[in-house]
């Protein structure tokens, strides 16, 4: 409870000081990132694989101590926090990220490559962070290595088309114990699109079990009612 009604404040506050001042980025597949501005918007994003499962992303710029920057904060479905990342305007480059476990327990993670989206579609982006696990003896390393695929027009929302740049991610999270030195890894593969003048609006596994599709854009005013208890 204290955490939803702390994050209502904060979008309060973030809305009240907003305007329409949009910053620039010198990554040259900008254009397909989020929108770059100070007012929030929130992703709703539904698992057409089965229907009920959704994610929210709350997306919005500003300008602080770190310089001016973007942050994606991710949400489950009933409203909890999962994650939060901080893109450099400039490169869109990775520089803070923040996990939540189960308990609602946030922690800093620890970056070691801070590629997540391109600037040079021909070379591969790699993403690689460091955090606790659920056990407290184990860590966690979460590696993203993405591809660029194609080009191609999609679908976004009401049925409207725009371009699109697909990319191939190979996700693997591996276990370890640094008191027993053991190591257990899970890999898989999906394929994200983002939108020009979107960002991320769909992602799949390679065999659809799970798809994840951009729904609606909600203001902070609707995702405060849809979180709220």
């Known amino acids: 409870m204290k955490f ?5 404040l904060t979008m309060i506050l973030l809305s009240s000081c907003s ?37 929210f992303h709350r997306i919005y710029a500003i300008r602080d101590f770190a310089g001016p920057h973007v942050v ?27 996990v939540v476990d189960r308990f609602q327990k946030k922690e800093k993670a620890y970056i070691y490559k801070n590629n997540l989206f391109p600037m040079d579609l021909k070379k591969e982006a790699w993403y690689s962070i460091k955090f606790k696990g659920v056990v407290d003896s184990t860590l966690i ?27 191939e991610d190979l996700i693997r999270q591996t276990v370890l114990n640094p008191f027993t030195k053991k190591e257990q890894a899970y890999q898989a593969k999906q394929l994200s699109y983002f939108a020009k003048g979107f960002g991320l609006v769909e992602w799949h596994s390679l065999d659809k079990n799970v798809h994840f599709r951009l729904e609606q854009i909600l203001t902070q005013q609707e995702f405060a009612k849809i979180i709220a208890p």
């Open 141 to 167: 390393l979460r590696e993203v290595k993405r591809n660029f695929q194609k080009n191609k027009r999609i679908a976004v929302i009401d049925d409207e088309k725009v371009d699109a740049i697909i990319f």
């Open 19 to 55: 305007n329409d001042e949009r910053f620039k980025s010198l990554n040259p597949n900008a254009e397909y990132f989020y929108p770059i501005d100070t007012i929030p918007k929130v992703y709703l994003y539904r698992d057409v694989a089965h229907g009920l499962d959704e994610e």
């Open 72 to 98: 994606v904060e991710r949400y489950a479905s009933d409203g909890r926090l999962l994650e939060a990342i901080n893109y450099n305007v400039d490169s869109l480059a990775a520089f803070d990220q923040m």
């Open 4 to 8: 939803i009604l702390f994050s209502l």
